[in-house]
Nanobody, 123 residues
């Protein structure tokens, strides 16, 4: 089970730290990812991190602004979002995958999902 939190309403240029806590499994065997879905759009991957954080993926739209990290001791993955833009407005979800073969950015591999947290960025 995944529980995401940390969203909110902020102004452009502000920061938010999203957290996703996992329970009910061995967190360290899962790849973790953050995704977002804006109204009328498909869910897209934002960032993903491998089991021990050795490999990290960022979507081009967030490179240099967002940072994904994980704390396996706390069963938690984080997404630090800086320099937020209005186009970052979406519901943000965390996802987990047991797959260790396909690229981190492959959205279909993520089989477990949190409930989402809303991020709204005003201009």
């Amino acid at each position: 089970q995944l529980q995401a939190c940390g969203g909110g309403v902020v102004q452009a240029g502000d920061s938010l730290r999203l957290s996703c806590a996992a329970s009910g499994g061995t967190f360290s065997i899962y790849r973790m990812g953050w995704f977002r879905q804006a109204p009328g759009q498909e869910r897209e991957i934002v960032a993903a991190i491998s089991l021990r954080a050795g490999t990290i993926y960022y979507a081009d739209s967030v490179k240099g602004r967002f940072t994904i990290s994980r704390d396996n001791a706390k069963n938690t993955v984080y997404l630090q979002t800086n320099s937020l833009k209005p186009e970052d407005t979406a519901v943000y979800y965390c996802g987990a995958s047991k797959n260790s073969i396909v690229p981190l950015s492959s959205l279909r591999q993520y089989e477990y999902w949190g409930q989402g947290t809303q991020v709204t960025v005003s201009s």
